[in-house]
């Protein structure tokens, strides 16, 4: 078998912005656009592109999740991928890309995540300045409004030849040394990496780019870029899906025990034991199993679906948990094929119920089999000493 030559070129994904703007519910990159997200929209752009190393910035605690949707994108180039966590500004972000770099890789692009219609084509432009010999390359776009110079109380001042504009898009393009050089020097935050390179005394020069390459900042971009993608299906024939196999996916939960009422565990209210605390019934066991679901389907956590900003969970048991990840699974075109968990607590006793849990637990997951199993630490940790209940579950996803 020969292997494919280590790429020159790389790929830095930016995909750590908040999104405050977008009020998405979640990191801009990690905003629904149709059953995908932004991020998977743009790194669809990003692997029909000349092969190259690609590295995605996200925000800590999505490193999982881009991962995911990064490997299902990039098919027989998963092995190009890596995911790192981002910084407080975005020069910081691709300063941690770039720390991420082959050493083999001379050549380097930067493209914002939400720029996620970008076509190949804009890549490809760009790789090949770079190619022709210039230092610092961007796609830019010719300014078509009417721009006016206004001061501070909004009364015009004058009229702005657009003849001379252009709207910088991205991906960047650079000499990985003149990035890098540039990163290393900065000595105040850029608008972008181009204006870091010149200000580094760098030139730069433009190829064409394409409107289909606008920012998704607002919630008119979002529904700009819903309305692209639906009108693209609409006349262009479908792709055939990739064939997806079956995927495991493992979730843990830890609750103490200190909450209101009586104790609900696996599904099962147990009279006469300490409740344990949470924003739901604390279920670990439950919430573990929800957790390990969502990791095998590539659908995020059981905060990001569940959080409390979600007042319908509140107080809510394993069934409402369980039916609603079920329907996710489903909606995202998978079934569930098995589910194992296992407790670990001095208490309550789960032999006399396990059989009882392992009903209810199947039954709300549309009867998929789940078994129980149940530990104690002897006497180690916060669970040996009685103090609250550690789940710990494995799940196996299959196509639907």
Known sequence: M??????????????????????????????????????????????????????????????????????????DRAELVSVVTGGATRQSSVAAGLAALWADVDTVLVHDAARALTPPSVFERVVAALAGGADAVIPAVPVVDTIKRVDAAGAIVAAVDRSELAAAQTPQGFRREVLVEAATSADADHTDDAALVAAAGHPVITVAGDAASFKITTGPDLDRARALLSLTRSVAPPTPPMPRSPRVGIGTDVHAFGGEGTLWLAGLEWPGEPALSGHSDGDAVAHAVVDALLAAAGLGDIGEHFGTDRPEFAGAHAEAFLAHTRNLL??????????????QAQRPRFSARRGEAERVLSAALGGAPVSVSATTTDGLGFTGRAEGVAAFATALVVPA
């Open 330 to 343: 489903g909606a995202a075109g998978w079934r569930i094929g098995n589910v194992s968990v296992q407790v």
């Open 2 to 75: 020969t292997l494919a030559p280590v790429p020159r070129l790389a790929v830095i994904v930016v995909a750590a912005g908040s999104g405050t703007r977008l009020n998405g519910g979640a990191p801009k990159a990690f905003v629904g656009l149709d059953e995908h997200t932004i991020l998977r929209h743009a790194l669809r752009g990003v692997f029909a592109a000349p092969r190259a190393q690609v590295v995605v910035v996200v925000p800590s605690g999505f490193e999982g999740a881009a991962l995911t949707d990064a490997r299902e994108v990039a098919g």
